[in-house]
């Protein structure tokens, strides 16, 4: 695990040492770079689902001007690895990767990267959805948005923890 974005450099298929790919970095991603070194390499990919989640500049019917993601070093990055693992376990997925960034980000940046690799595409559209379902209610991050009014946390979401429970 790295708290920093690998170089783009040159692509090569990452090590297969039954380890998945987390990440958590203030540095944003880019999602084809990203999708290219899960591939490298490989012929028996035949799906790739990804999820990109991006800031709003609108929440719960206020202005967001910014959003502060705020989180636990090492814990985090388990938490994450162990999603992965539970994903990895239920489906039979190829290969994983989370990119997910912290600090201060505005309207528009891109906060969080899920892709997976499978034989099929069932398969991955549905660990990729568990993947983010499970992040969204286990993974450890605080999120603050700046609106006209002053700072705010955000809260859990009712949703969020009804899609968790139909896992």
Request: hydrophobic share 45%.
């Amino acid at each position: 695990m790295s708290a920093t974005a690998p170089s783009s450099g040159d692509l090569h298929a990452p090590e297969r040492d039954g380890r998945d790919h987390v990440r958590v970095q203030t540095g944003d991603f880019d999602a084809g770079l990203e999708i290219a070194r899960l591939r490298a390499g490989r012929a028996d990919i035949g799906a790739i689902a990804s999820f990109i989640g991006t800031v709003r500049d609108v929440n719960d019917a206020a202005a967001v001007t910014g959003l502060t993601l705020e989180h636990y070093p090492g814990m985090t990055e388990q938490a994450l690895t162990d999603i992965v693992g539970e994903a990895r376990r239920r489906f039979a997925i190829l290969d994983a990767l989370v990119v997910h960034r912290v600090g201060a980000l505005r309207p528009g940046d891109q906060i969080v990267l899920v892709v997976i690799t499978s034989a099929h595409r069932g398969t991955a559209f549905d660990a990729c959805e568990y993947v983010m379902d499970m992040l969204k209610t286990r993974a450890p991050f605080w999120k603050k948005e700046r609106t006209p009014q002053g700072d705010r946390w955000v809260e859990a979401r009712a949703s969020d923890d009804a899609a968790a429970g139909r896992w």
